[in-house]
């Protein structure tokens, strides 16, 4: 019997060592690649800068995490975690009407021409959309163009005055920000609020307007719950890739950092390690709160 017989007939006979063999490879890359770095991010945010010398002082303290509560760095976390929410909110409030047409009415090649339109975004390179956002936006732009054929150019510059939200053009403002971040993510919002909403009975619902329930009351009280699951698992992918996400605020929008703008400026140009890292643990933070909050609503069930 050859050995490669042997090895054959061991394996068989134990599968578990088999599982054992083929978890392996990926349980070790994901222990010592992934979770390796993680550890040695958090161990990097208990040490200092020393003021003076500017080298890392390799010695256990919580002064980092106390510097990113002042005015600058928490003005950074709120702008991040703000922003996050708003695109959030905003994508599953245009997501779920698509979705519920998709769940609902699509049918055979109107439900593969829905799937190819909701993915086909997610084919083309991702610096392609936002620098193509960046032209839509800008102030010779198509859309500044469509305002002034539209003879609205004068609503556009109002609203581009508004202290917050505007700027100079829609491609150096807030706003601009927050459309393409919309945009970017708003497949991945679509997908989880359709599985969702295609586990709903139609008979639901027609129960629900048999006892006398208007649309808006069963929109509440039998759809809205039904398909929670599915807009919670949809705003963990738009609320976190929003949080970390370092590429659409540096090309689109104003000066005002990200937290992903701010551990790049801080582990580059400042030189300044431990407060980067502290940085990155805040979105860690706030996701582990997040998803243990929605594991309890159930939305892994629809992911």
Do not use: C
């Amino acid at each position: 019997m050859s050995s490669l017989a042997r090895i054959s007939d061991t394996l068989w006979r134990r599968p578990r060592l088999l599982l054992l063999l083929l978890l392996a490879p990926p349980v070790l890359w994901l222990g010592i690649i992934y979770l390796g770095s993680l550890f040695a991010l958090l161990v990097q945010s208990f040490f200092s800068i020393d003021e003076f010398s500017g080298m890392i002082r390799y010695e256990f303290t919580l002064k980092t995490y106390g510097e990113l509560f002042t005015p600058a760095n928490f003005d950074i976390i709120i702008r991040t975690v703000t922003m996050a929410a708003a695109v959030t909110l905003a994508s599953a409030i245009i997501a779920f009407p698509i979705a519920y047409f998709a769940a609902r009415y699509a049918r055979g090649r109107w439900k593969a021409v829905f799937y190819l339109g909701i993915m086909l975004p997610l084919w083309s390179s991702y610096l392609v959309k936002v620098y193509s956002w960046k032209l839509i936006l800008a102030k010779e732009g198509i859309l500044n163009w469509a305002f002034e054929g539209l003879h609205l150019s004068w609503l556009l510059d109002a609203y581009l005055r508004i202290p917050v939200l505007g700027g100079n053009s829609l491609s150096t403002s807030v706003t601009g920000t927050f459309i393409v971040f919309v945009y970017v993510w708003m497949p991945f919002m679509i997908l989880p609020i359709q599985s969702a909403l295609e586990r709903v009975p139609p008979s639901m619902l027609e129960a629900a307007g048999d006892l006398g329930a208007k649309p808006r009351q069963s929109f509440r009280y039998v759809l809205l719950p039904l398909a929670l699951p599915g807009l919670i698992a949809g705003s963990i992918f738009t609320f976190s890739l929003t949080l970390g996400d370092y590429i659409i605020p540096q090309l689109v929008g104003t000066s005002r950092r990200f937290i992903g703008q701010a551990v790049y400026a801080h582990q580059g140009t400042a030189g300044n390690i431990p407060l980067a890292a502290a940085f990155a643990v805040v979105p860690i933070l706030i996701m582990a709160l997040y998803l243990w909050a929605a594991k309890r609503k159930g939305a892994f069930d629809a992911l």
